[in-house]
């Protein structure tokens, strides 16, 4: 069973009890599923935006054209000469580790996964555990909105599983050491599960990023942490994917999307229930992070002179870089996004990523194996499931705990109470109604005091002078700090 040794936790003051009965109450967004989230998979169209895009285009990059023309530039030279290795390794460019070498990873992995934001993490759950779900429910297996079935609970809170998320955000870092925020306590983010038929061509999701669209450009969204702001100066290269400080203030749903990711995940990520491979309906993904986010931001700055850009072929030069002109004025074009959807791109609005070679699928994976991409990273999924049996993973992201993801919890700690789907999905009546389904005091008999912390179930200890409970590591001001303020937040003090 997916559980850990059963230890007590504190008795949540009144007011934490008051929250677990009225957080649900909160203001849900409308019902939806998976589809509502992109603009290709609903049936809608890219359509024009405001003339206020364009003013905020020229207000990121005005006094500083030349230097980002010359940015651009270099960012093209650097694409013609990474994508070809990309192409040449196929999924053996993907970063693998082994659960049990966590405690000793090589700087060759580290390196590796700093540079291409991927990596596959083995036998993380045993494969005889992993196994025991994957008829559920027997009958029609595919992707479900369901958020509290008893296997997601306890998959999320599996003490390997936590591990894990502790080594992967590790590898961010925060330029401020004061900062509210820690690593060494993961937050639980209740999301779906998709059991993927074979043949399957409905679930046909293209290249995307998660965690807003139009809210990477925007003063109001990533603009309030001045995340890419190296990119809008014209020095792309001093992006830094991993620093974690400036993502703090960010707004990453101005439009109230359903889907949209309102908490603050350093990794996407699927824990795998079955055996998948290449073309079997994975996950494929590009491994350009740094390169490659730096590319869809600038794109919207830039037309080609000669020729256009369509789902044909491009050649030498239509993507040659003296083809392509820094727009004046600037246009209200950002290709691929759209207010309350994710951002989107594909081969004719972003013809540089060479997506059709340049989005590869992670290797093989089997049962208990945890794949994690970083949140700014491009991904998709396989346009047809040719394999011969279900592609089943549980969607398990890595979330630090910061203030704003205790609010989060605090939140979803009350739609687990009430049933109802997680904060950032559809709302609606979920899963209130189901019999049998599983309760407060069913996961404190199933779980270990550090997965009830992820669930917002328990107080988080360690928020005095000394050492984290249960890590060993002395805690920095910024660590204190944030789980004062989320046990405040969570209502363990009054």
């Not at 207010?339 to 997506?355: K, T, V």
Request: charged share 25%; hydrophobic share 35%; glycine share 10%.
């Amino acid at each position: 069973m997916l559980a850990a040794a059963l230890r007590p936790i504190r008795t949540p003051s009144k007011r934490a009890a008051t929250h677990l009965r009225t957080a649900a109450t909160q203001t849900q967004k409308r019902a939806g599923d998976i589809s509502d989230a992109f603009v290709s998979l609903s049936g809608q169209h890219f359509a024009p935006l405001p003339q206020e895009y364009a003013e905020l285009k020229s207000r990121l990059i005005r006094g500083r054209e030349t230097e980002v023309r010359d940015s651009w530039e270099r960012l093209l030279r650097e694409l013609r000469e990474e994508i070809p290795l990309i192409v040449e390794l196929g999924p053996k460019i993907v970063p693998e580790i082994d659960f049990k070498d966590l405690d000793h990873a090589s700087e060759a992995f580290g390196s590796e996964l700093r540079k291409r934001g991927v990596a596959v993490v083995r036998g993380v759950v045993e494969e005889r555990e992993a196994l025991r779900p994957t008829a559920f429910p027997p009958d029609n297996p595919q992707v479900f909105e369901l958020y509290w079935s008893r296997t997601q609970l306890l998959a999320r809170a599996h003490p390997n599983l936590l591990k894990t998320h502790r080594f992967l955000m590790s590898y961010w870092h925060s330029a401020n050491p004061a900062a509210p925020i820690s690593t060494q306590h993961p937050i639980s983010y209740a999301d779906r599960l998709r059991m993927r038929l074979p043949g399957d061509a409905k679930f046909a999701l293209g290249p995307h990023v998660d965690g807003g669209s139009v809210e990477r450009w925007d003063e109001r969204g990533y603009g309030l942490g001045k995340v890419y702001d190296s990119v809008w100066k014209g020095e792309w290269e001093k992006f830094d994917p991993w620093e974690a400080s400036c993502r703090l203030p960010v707004v990453s749903d101005l439009h109230q999307g359903v889907g949209a990711c309102t908490a603050f995940r350093m990794f996407q990520g699927w824990l795998s229930l079955s055996t998948t491979g290449p073309f079997e309906g994975t996950l494929l993904v590009n491994p350009l992070l740094a390169k490659a986010t730096a590319y869809y931001l600038l794109r919207p700055f830039f037309s080609p002179k000669r020729g256009v850009a369509d789902g044909g072929a491009h050649t030498a030069d239509f993507l040659a870089s003296d083809n392509w002109a820094l727009d004046s004025p600037a246009t209200s074009a950002i290709h691929g996004a759209t207010p309350g959807h994710g951002q989107e791109l594909s081969h004719a609005l972003h013809p540089h990523l060479d997506l059709a070679r340049s989005m590869v699928h992670v290797p093989t994976v089997r049962p208990g194996d945890y794949v994690a991409w970083h949140c700014d990273t491009i991904h998709a999924v396989d346009k047809v499931h040719a394999g011969r049996a279900d592609a089943s993973v549980l969607y398990i992201p890595a979330c630090p705990l910061t203030e704003d993801n205790a609010r989060y919890l605090a939140r979803q700690r009350g739609d687990f109470v009430a049933g109802t789907p997680s904060p950032d999905f559809g709302g609606g009546v979920g899963e209130s109604e189901h019999f049998g389904r599983v309760g407060v005091r069913d996961v404190e008999g199933a779980v270990g005091g550090e997965g009830k912390r992820a669930m917002g179930l328990g107080q988080w200890e360690g928020d005095g002078e000394g050492e984290s409970e249960g890590q060993g590591q002395r805690l920095t001001s910024g660590e204190r700090e944030v789980l004062l303020r989320a046990n405040k937040v969570l209502g363990f003090y009054d």
